[in-house]
């Protein structure tokens, strides 16, 4: 199957800093990428949904302005957090798909686990 | 937007036994339904999916059904081995509905243990 990447796998940084993930389709052309949340023992969340080259869609509940995502290639999704707390520590997996194609299937980076002290 | 129940959260099962679980959706729209083992601090990966104009799909000791009519789907895992043993999400998603869908809902998830 294809690959997706993420960095960093893992991330410690203070409160009220900025925190940075970049999310690369390796392999093949991602015309959408998914970013989602996980916190421990509960189920992938979705929280936004990015096309390359347009805004990207925020789910309900999600705050723009402070999980800013930008896809700007058709291989390379970032998401910052931006004044990072405490309550944001999780576990952060983007997932990307070519939606031009003949597969329904999204690609699971292998997430980032941010800790914020 | 689409709702997925999953159901059992937790389930125990003797290695050699079968394991069932069982999800609804609430969006008659949707149109795929991938299932994910997930292990312990890694990516979910895709073990079976089944698209809506098809109601069974075998893959070696997996199998999945899906009953559009009453919206769930179920996965079947035979022969079961201590390897088995991780999270499992079921998902639903209406593929084909512009920029806007093509999202992933997933179930809240069913940790899965073999016991040997």
């Known amino acids: 199957g294809a690959v997706v990447s993420q960095h960093p796998s893992w991330v410690i940084c203070k409160s009220g800093t900025s925190v940075k993930i970049e999310c690369r389709s390796l392999?093949?052309?991602?015309?959408?990428m998914f970013w989602y949340r996980q916190f421990p023992k509960q189920s992938l969340m979705l929280m936004a949904t990015?096309?390359?080259?347009?805004?990207?869609?925020?789910e309900q509940g999600v705050e723009k302005d402070k999980f800013l995502i930008n896809h700007a290639s058709l291989t390379l999704s970032t998401l910052t957090v931006t004044s990072a707390h405490p309550e944001d520590s999780s576990f952060y997996i983007c997932?990307?798909?070519?939606?031009?194609?003949?597969?329904?299937?999204?690609?699971f980076g292998p997430g980032t686990r941010l800790t914020v002290t | 937007g689409e709702n997925v129940e999953q159901h059992p959260s937790t389930l125990s099962v003797q290695e050699g036994d079968s394991a069932v679980i069982k999800c609804t959706y609430s969006?008659?729209?949707?149109?795929?339904f991938p299932w994910y083992k997930q292990e312990l601090g890694k990516r979910p990966q895709l073990i079976i999916d089944?698209?809506?104009?098809?109601g069974e799909k075998k893959d070696q000791r997996i199998a999945v059904t899906l009953n559009k009519t009453a919206k769930h789907f179920s996965l079947h895992i035979t022969e079961t081995q201590p390897e088995d043993s991780a999270v499992y999400f079921c998902?639903?998603?209406?593929?084909?509905?512009?920029?806007?869908?093509?999202?992933?809902?997933f179930g809240g998830g069913t940790r899965v243990l073999v016991k040997p």
């Open positions: 089944i698209r809506s104009n098809v």
């Open positions: 998902a639903a998603v209406t593929v084909g509905s512009g920029a806007a869908g093509n999202k992933l809902t």
């Open positions: 969006d008659s729209a949707s149109n795929y």
């Open positions: 392999d093949f052309q991602a015309t959408t």
């Open positions: 990015s096309n390359e080259g347009s805004k990207a869609t925020y």
């Open positions: 997932s990307a798909a070519d939606l031009a194609g003949v597969t329904y299937e999204q690609y």
